[in-house]
């Protein structure tokens, strides 16, 4: 499905339709008959919170036509030919291309279809393009194929370290940090740390197709990872993964892991460090006089280009960093709450058997169904079983069992018994917090509803004899088991067989009988 909302929100960015195209996993004609819909119906980023994602998809609905005909094959020769000088690009190339088809009344291929033949031909005779880059206009990352070493300082233990490597292809100026490992938290950790070294972000950002940056890798349309895409949106960058097995699609960072493996990880290989914030130190000396390094065939440095010429052009860096985020898929269940970490979250009733996406962070938890957030809560943390209800989003005959409280349980022992009371007393005062015993109450307060109210009171009346503050279980054993309709109840030792015991007499051991 065509990701609608994601096209409006980097077109606003000032992205081009083909970097859209590749971001969304979708063609140019597709971006480009979004856009003139959006156009037509006034819509524009940011969109307003009615608008759904069920609502976008009826709006940018197009029929798609098919079309007849034959095409003409473009002279890749002499398509190749012109590709070598200076300042022409495909683009143009098929510009021409089309209004000679045109002229001549034929058929063209359509703008992708033009590149991948192209491309076909130059990869058989080995041409290579040239890629220029823009100042501030993207940012190529990878994990370095080195890897470093910590040693543990108790048992002497070497752990592997891996190097993530982060460039700006304009300038060539480099970041660099060690992580214990490649997983996505620190995958994310590197992009906020990287953005915040470079004090701005980037208009597009060009990783490899790893999984913890795009979930399904294909040859034309990868899917970005949620935790990805979310992050993108934050700094409001656009994720064009490489094609898969195609390392020419970022040779800056290609080639920095190759310099940063000679003068950072090589440099650094007889060193011995004992915690990762001494080699995270290390890296960054070494990578100060990587930047600050003259270039060899032209005049500057990576850190001098990147200060006159890049940092300008960068975007500003949002307020606030970048939190990482897990997502999950729950079906809220028929008490209209989700359970997420063994804790239970309120939403609105009317979602009851309905998958929802739940995004957590260490501070909240929000629920979305169809793109739109229906419920936001504080995370909670501690023991589990933790309830997070809002009266907002219960049913309107629910709402009053909220107002539950000690007396009124009380209230409601006193019309089945004494020892229902007593045992209500003991149950609600057996907890440090009073709301916490309410559960338990209910439960057995209900139990009068399954056995009667005078065998819950004769239940209540065995457990007090047996413990002065008997629990829940006891009543419901006593009930399950019958004790409580025996006729009598044991009554306990008396004082003096408590202070004589057992005395068996002469008759036990034989009388005189025995006697000599």
Not at 179 to 199: K, L, T
Not at 229 to 254: F, L, N, S
């Amino acid at each position: 499905m065509t990701n609608y909302r994601e096209i409006l929100r980097l077109f606003s960015q000032g992205i081009s339709q083909r970097s859209i195209a590749a971001s969304c996993g979708c063609s140019r004609s597709t971006v480009q008959r979004t856009l003139s819909r959006a156009q037509e119906h006034s819509l524009s980023w940011p969109l307003a919170p009615e608008m759904t994602d069920e609502r976008l998809s009826r709006v940018f609905s197009p029929p798609t036509t098919a079309q007849s005909g034959i095409q003409k094959e473009p002279d890749y020769e002499n398509i190749h030919r012109e590709m070598g000088k200076r300042g022409v690009t495909l683009t143009l190339l098929w510009n021409e291309y089309c209004a000679a088809c045109r002229e001549a009344g034929e058929i063209p291929f359509m703008y992708t279809a033009f590149c991948d033949r192209y491309r076909r031909y130059a990869v058989r005779h080995k041409a290579t393009m040239h890629l220029s880059h823009k100042p501030g206009e993207s940012m190529e990352v990878d994990w370095a194929g080195q890897t470093m070493e910590v040693t543990d300082n108790i048992t002497g233990r070497a752990i592997p370290i891996y190097v993530f490597v982060a460039v700006l292809p304009c300038s060539g100026y480099t970041y660099v940090e060690a992580f214990f490992s490649r997983n996505q938290e620190n995958w994310i950790a590197a992009h906020v740390n990287a953005y915040q070294h470079f004090g701005g972000v980037t208009r597009i950002l060009v990783p490899d197709n790893l999984k913890t940056g795009v979930d399904r890798v294909d040859w034309y349309t990868p899917v970005i990872n949620r935790s990805y895409h979310e992050m993108a949106e934050h700094y409001g960058t656009a994720v064009i993964p490489t094609r898969v097995r195609k390392p020419k699609d970022k040779p800056t960072v290609e080639g920095a892991v190759g310099v940063v493996s000679t003068w950072i990880i090589a440099a650094l290989r007889k060193w011995k460090f004992f915690s990762l914030h001494e080699l995270n130190e290390a890296i960054r000396e070494k990578l100060t006089e990587f930047n600050e390094k003259p270039f060899q065939k032209k005049p500057g440095s990576r850190l001098s280009i990147f200060l006159a010429e890049e940092q300008p052009l960068l975007q500003s860096l949002p307020d606030r960093p970048f939190e990482l985020a897990e997502w999950k898929v729950c079906t809220v269940a028929y008490n209209y709450h989700i359970t997420v970490g063994k804790m239970f979250y309120s939403v609105p009733h009317e979602y009851i058997k309905r998958e929802v996406n739940v995004r957590l962070t260490r501070g909240t938890i929000e629920v979305f169904h169809g793109g739109t957030r229906i419920a936001s809560h504080a995370r909670r943390h501690g023991h589990p079983g933790q309830y997070a209800t809002l009266p907002e989003h219960m049913p309107e005959d629910h709402v009053k069992y909220t107002q539950w409280n000690a007396e009124r349980f009380l209230s409601w022992a006193k019309a089945v018994g004494e020892n229902t009371v007593a045992v209500t007393k003991a149950i609600l005062t057996s907890r440090k917090i009073e709301q916490q015993a309410y559960r338990t109450c209910m439960a057995l307060l209900k139990l009068a509803e399954k056995y009667s109210p005078p065998r819950l009171e004769g239940a209540c009346k065995r457990a007090l004899s047996y413990s002065p503050s008997p629990g829940f279980k006891s009543v419901q054993t006593i009930l399950a088991t019958e004790q409580d309709m025996l006729t009598t109840v044991e009554e306990p030792m008396s004082a003096a067989s408590d202070n004589f015991g057992f005395t068996r007499g002469s008759a036990y051991y034989g009388g005189d009988d025995h006697a000599e």
